[in-house]
């Protein structure tokens, strides 16, 4: 079945650049109709969306993020990669990478996550 | 953009009783749009209802989704042990293009 595997630095330096990728397997990431997405939860908080991006490379990225926010893929690693940049403390959070599915029923497409990573633990701190 | 608040925020039953755990929308949202997840300590959260109403692979019967507009509904039948946990609605949305959350209800055992 498919799985996700987030990677990257649990520690990351106020003002700096947080960088994060997604593994893939059991699936190739080319195959249309998926959204490739991220997600964070502060501890103890609510899921945040952050953005997601298409195989084609059209990206959608949360408005209150978009402006420190890339989201790519790499199609020969069959990974994609979250940037945030001049990230601060309120940017700790668990990441998690996601599949989104587009399944089309007939008279439109129904919009849900179906695949999670486990998730990573990332700290913004000096 | 449209804002999902999930009632109550902490509910408290026994095993065999039944939930109901609401989400209301800030305006309209397609029924296809909808969808439910379980998350339990340390877990990624786990998908269990799609398009409002419909199950997940491997979600028992117990778990139930309905309503369209501004109110839907998980119901929870007969709680088994294993169903103490937070429940999030979410909703994807075309202007601007972003699936949201509900801040969670957990489901908590009285």
């Known amino acids: 079945q498919v799985q996700l595997q987030e990677s990257g630095p649990g520690l990351v330096k106020p003002s700096q650049t947080l960088s994060l990728t997604c593994t893939v397997s059991?699936?190739?990431?080319?195959?249309?109709?998926?959204?490739w997405s991220w997600i964070r939860q502060p501890a103890g908080r609510g899921l945040e969306w952050i953005g997601h991006?298409?195989?084609?490379?059209?990206?959608?990225?949360n408005p209150s993020l978009k402006s420190r926010v890339t989201i790519s893929v790499d199609t020969s690693k069959n990974q994609f990669s979250l940037n945030l940049n001049s990230v601060t403390a309120a940017d700790t959070a668990v990441y998690y990478c996601?599949?989104?599915?587009?399944?089309?029923f007939g008279s439109g497409y129904y919009y849900y996550i179906d695949v999670w990573g486990k998730g990573t633990t990332v700290t913004v701190s000096s | 953009e449209i804002v999902l608040t999930q009632s109550p925020g902490t509910l408290s039953l026994s095993p065999g009783e039944g939930a109901t755990l609401s989400c209301r929308a800030s305006?309209?949202?397609?029924?296809?749009?909808l969808a439910w997840y379980q998350q339990k300590p340390g877990q990624a959260p786990r998908l269990l209802i799609y398009?409002?109403?419909t199950r997940a692979t491997g979600i028992p019967d117990r778990f139930s989704g309905s309503g369209s507009g501004t109110d839907f509904t998980l119901t929870i039948s007969r709680l088994e042990p294993e169903d103490f946990a937070l429940y999030y609605c979410?909703?994807?949305?075309?202007?601007?293009?972003?699936?949201?959350f509900g801040q969670g209800t957990k489901l908590e055992i009285k």
């Open positions: 979410q909703q994807y949305g075309i202007s601007p293009p972003m699936y949201t």
């Open positions: 305006q309209s949202v397609r029924s296809n749009y």
């Open positions: 398009g409002a109403s």
């Open positions: 996601v599949r989104a599915p587009l399944l089309w």
């Open positions: 059991g699936a190739s990431i080319t195959t249309s109709s998926n959204y």
């Open positions: 991006i298409y195989i084609s490379g059209s990206t959608n990225y």
